[in-house]
């Protein structure tokens, strides 16, 4: 991801995003952490930004253009993560996810993530607040 990719980025961060993250918010990112980006026919599809601190990679946000989600974006995204992480010999990937969102749990799960708490409450919805699922991979 670089900073031409961020309009494109938050076109699709707001198409999925309750709360989306505002293009600051991934600017900052772009030194601090991980940031990849999808492409397809030369236009974003997908992003994912990753946190590595010590041996923990910590996932802060995938997401998948809706209109061509369910078709092995988000899957490739993901193992890249996986790949990256392992390549840094980091021992384990973090992520939290709301517990509604089954799609991305289904996905998580496949990838071998396992499921280690819940964080109640943690989320804004617009009736409330949701728990978040937190989910780890070992990799090393
Ligand atoms: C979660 C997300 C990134 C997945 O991206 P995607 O490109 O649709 O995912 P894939 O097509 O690679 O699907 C991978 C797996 O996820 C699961 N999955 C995908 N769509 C699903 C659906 N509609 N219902 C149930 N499971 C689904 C399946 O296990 C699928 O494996 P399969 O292809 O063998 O069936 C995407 O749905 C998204 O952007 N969601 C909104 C943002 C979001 O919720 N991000 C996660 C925050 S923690």
Not at 19 to 26: D, S
Not at 33 to 61: K, M, R, Y
Not at 71 to 90: S, W
């Amino acid at each position: 991801m670089t900073t031409t990719d961020l309009p494109a980025v938050c076109v699709i961060e707001k198409q999925v995003q309750y709360a989306p993250w505002t293009e600051k918010l991934f600017a900052d990112g772009l030194d601090r952490h991980l940031c990849l980006v999808a492409e397809q026919d030369g236009q974003i599809v997908g992003f994912a930004v990753v946190q590595f601190v010590l041996d923990e990679a910590s996932l802060l946000n995938i997401a998948v253009d809706p209109q061509l989600q369910k078709q092995g974006i988000g899957r490739v995204l993901l193992d890249e993560v996986i790949h990256r992480a392992m390549a840094k010999q980091a021992t384990t990937v973090f992520l939290e996810v709301r517990a509604s969102n089954r799609r991305a749990i289904t996905l998580y799960q496949m990838a071998g993530f396992n499921e280690m708490g819940l964080r109640k409450n943690y989320y804004p919805t617009s009736h409330g607040k949701e728990d978040a699922v937190m989910m780890a991979l070992m990799v090393f």
